[in-house]
């Protein structure tokens, strides 16, 4: 069955970085886009950032665009998600979705 696995969350503080991944199996990775969500407590659940089948074509939400990075390894059937710059708003469950499942999510707290 489909299984996306996030990892890389954790406590940083303002400014600093975190690289998320989400590690698939049980579909083709690579004929499938890809995509970044998250969800703050209280708020609804909220693109992030989408990525094509090729890794060339990408997407950012207002909110993270010029801090955040999406990329794509075909070959190891893994999704990145690098973020920068974070700031205490990033704070969420960042979850991973592709071949029409979700991952259970990684929490990410922006905080000092």
């Known amino acids: 069955q489909v299984q996306l696995v996030e990892s890389g969350g954790g406590l940083v503080q303002p400014g600093g970085s975190l690289r998320l991944s989400c590690a698939a199996s049980?579909?083709?990775?690579?004929?499938?886009?890809m995509s970044w969500y998250r969800q703050a407590p209280g708020k609804e659940r909220e693109l992030v950032a989408v990525i094509n089948t090729f890794g060339v074509g990408t997407y950012y939400a207002d909110s993270v665009k010029g801090r955040f990075t999406i990329s794509r390894d075909n070959a190891k059937k893994t999704m990145y998600l690098q973020m920068n710059s974070l700031k205490p708003e990033d704070t969420a469950v960042y979850y991973c979705r592709g071949g029409n499942s979700w991952g259970q999510g990684t929490q990410v707290t922006i905080s000092s």
């Open positions: 049980g579909f083709a990775f690579s004929s499938h886009g």
